[in-house]
């Protein structure tokens, strides 16, 4: 008896190296994983939850929990609601479920990027008057980037004798645009060395 802690310990100290060892694995290869299925399950769910697909995330996790040890079980539960949390856009949530797996919370910055993420496309569950205030508020915010681009078009084109209006408003689309583009980018970029991080 006075050997089962320690061996438990290992147990889930193995389970955490075989997710570390799975994560470079593509989502196919997780699939077909059997000897590490709890494992290869979780981070399916992760990654179906980066994506914000709540119901694909909780069916991996279902797996996960289906399949793992009984002392494995609470960890993945742990994981499931962060994850949950995260696809369902609940920023409250994330952070004390972060807090409760031992990790670092999000930053106050990725908090806010989140709860504006839950105003403009809330999650299939949130019910139909929050997706139609979405799209009034996506609708809201394209004018007003259009509105911003047409402005600094203006005065940008102002010294040189200005512009029509018409024109300004295409070239402010085109600069709108262009500046979308660039934060996509750098976003991508970021998210991709942070994944590195977690990976190394």
């Given amino acids: 008896m006075a050997q089962r802690p320690r061996q438990i310990k290992m147990q889930q100290t193995s389970a955490l190296a ?10 196919e290869e997780l699939e077909r ?26 069916e991996h996790f279902r797996r996960a929990l289906a399949a793992a040890r009984p002392q494995e079980r609470m960890a993945i ?12 856009r609940r920023p409250e949530d994330l952070k004390a479920a972060v ?7 999000p930053s106050s910055r990725q908090l806010l990027a989140l709860r504006v993420m839950g105003l403009l496309a809330p999650p299939p569950s949130a019910g139909m008057w929050p997706r139609i205030r979405g799209i009034l508020l996506v609708i809201l915010l394209i004018v007003a980037l259009l509105l911003l ?24 689309l085109l600069v709108v645009l262009v500046a979308l583009g660039v934060l996509v980018v750098v976003g ?13």
Wanted: without cysteine; hydrophobic residues 45%.
């Fill in 77 to 88: 539960r742990r994981m499931a609601d962060a994850s949950l949390a995260l696809a369902e």
């Fill in 18 to 27: 075989s997710m570390q060892q799975l994560e470079s694995r593509s989502d």
């Fill in 99 to 105: 807090e409760r797996l031992g990790q670092a919370p």
């Fill in 188 to 200: 991508r970029r970021r998210q991709a060395r942070a994944q590195a991080a977690r990976a190394g």
């Fill in 149 to 172: 681009g047409t402005g600094i078009v203006q005065l940008v084109a102002l010294p040189f004798g200005g512009i029509s209006l018409v024109t300004s408003v295409w070239v402010g």
């Fill in 33 to 58: 994983e059997q000897k590490y299925r709890a494992a290869a399950q979780a981070i399916l769910g992760a990654r179906a939850a980066e994506r914000y697909d709540a119901k694909a995330s909780r």
